[in-house]
């Protein structure tokens, strides 16, 4: 690890297939990170099994998910890219973390509020403390910056407000995290839905576009797409189908929204939605491609996340060393 270098963190979980919305909030930012920061990435599973989840099926799309990093862009020379149940130091300092959360400040996370309603057969301990894993897997590496989406922005602060109240007690243990939310495809909505995000767990599969759909099912979700009948292509609070689709192609394209409203203005949807719809094959063609090639290759694979967590584990050791013994336990 360079010394000068600032640090970065971010993790995605492998529960299900990864949409358009994981894509353009936080995956597709990791890559232009890696040149100037120590950059690291994580499959994070253990925050998965917080909802139930088939154990075949998780295996295999945390694989998919780690192909799917590379296949970004991510480079395993360049980043530290690991599965989070290798690196046991993230569970080790979560415990310790527990301690000093607030069962008010869990009970606010909105994201526990809206997963406990969708799962009110479930609602496990570890769906509760989920922000305080998330914490621990930032404050390990001793992060500066997390890249998210909108929606993970309340358990970011979560983490800085853990280390603030460590560090008031013992000193300057942890670095203050900062997120990171990209201009554009922060909150990419669902198609059906537009007022809701799009979200893999969404029982419509019409909804959400996965990174590994076809050009077909692509092309079929986007013709789809919940509009309005007003029929101009603009951004609006009362349009958030159509703002969603300039969004989506303003991302993948690079044009600012302005620019997309600018050049279809006087369109119909007829034609907007499948333009959207090719943009978005086309950006995905090379990274489902790239990931098909890569799954073909566990043993590299394999050779890639046991490195990974090598690296992460190294780095995870020093901060849970200086915890455990700021808090008192004897040193082994
Ligand atoms: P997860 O796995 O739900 O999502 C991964 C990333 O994708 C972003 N995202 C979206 N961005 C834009 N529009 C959407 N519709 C959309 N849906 C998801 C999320 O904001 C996220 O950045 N708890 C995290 C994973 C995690 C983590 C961490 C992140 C665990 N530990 C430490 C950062 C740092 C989660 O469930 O993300």
Redesign the pocket.
Same mark, same amino acid.
């Given at each position: 690890m360079e010394q000068n270098k600032k640090t970065i963190?971010?993790?995605?979980? #492998?529960?299900g297939k990864?949409?358009?919305?994981?894509?353009?909030? &936080?995956?597709r930012n990791w890559p232009t990170f890696q040149d100037t920061y120590n950059a690291i990435y994580?499959v994070?599973d253990e925050?998965?099994i917080t909802v139930r989840q088939n154990p075949a099926e998780l295996r295999r799309q945390t694989l998919e998910l780690y192909a799917q990093l590379i296949a970004c862009g991510l480079d395993p020379e360049k980043s530290t890219i690991f599965i989070?149940s290798h690196v046991p130091q993230h569970a080790e300092l979560s415990w310790v973390l527990n301690c000093y959360t607030m069962f008010g400040e869990l009970s606010r996370m909105t994201?526990f509020k809206d997963k406990s309603a969708a799962h009110a057969d479930n609602i496990n301990g570890g769906l509760f403390t989920?922000?305080v894993?998330?914490?621990a897997?930032?404050l390990l590496y001793q992060?500066d910056l997390? #890249?998210?989406?909108?929606?993970?922005?309340q358990?970011?602060e979560l &983490?800085r407000n853990i280390a603030q109240r460590f560090n008031g007690v013992y000193g300057e243990v942890f670095a203050m995290?900062e997120a990171y939310i990209p201009p554009v495809?922060?909150?990419?909505?669902?198609l059906s839905e537009p007022e809701k995000?799009?979200?893999?767990s969404s029982e419509n599969e019409n909804s959400?576009i996965l990174v590994m759909d076809p050009p077909e099912v692509i092309m079929r979700k986007f013709k789809r797409a919940v509009t309005d009948s007003e029929g101009g292509i603009y951004r609006s609070p009362e349009k958030p189908g159509v703002s969603n689709l300039i969004e989506i192609y303003a991302a993948v394209t690079g044009e600012s929204p302005e620019k997309v409203e600018e050049s279809f203005s006087g369109q119909g949807y007829g034609a907007f939605k499948p333009t959207v719809g090719e943009a978005v094959v086309e950006a995905l063609r090379p990274i489902r491609e790239e990931t098909e090639r890569l799954l073909k290759d566990k043993a590299s694979l394999e050779t890639l996340y046991r490195q990974g967590a090598e690296k992460a584990a190294a780095m995870a050791a020093r901060t849970l060393r200086k915890v455990h013994k700021k808090v008192g336990f004897v040193s082994r």
């Open positions: 963190f971010s993790g995605i979980q #492998p529960s990864i949409t358009l919305g994981n894509y353009l909030g &936080a995956l994580s994070v925050h998965a989070q994201q989920y922000p894993l998330m914490a897997d930032i992060a997390v #890249p998210v989406g909108e929606d993970q922005r358990h970011v &983490a995290p495809g922060a909150r990419v909505m669902s995000k799009m979200s893999k959400y």
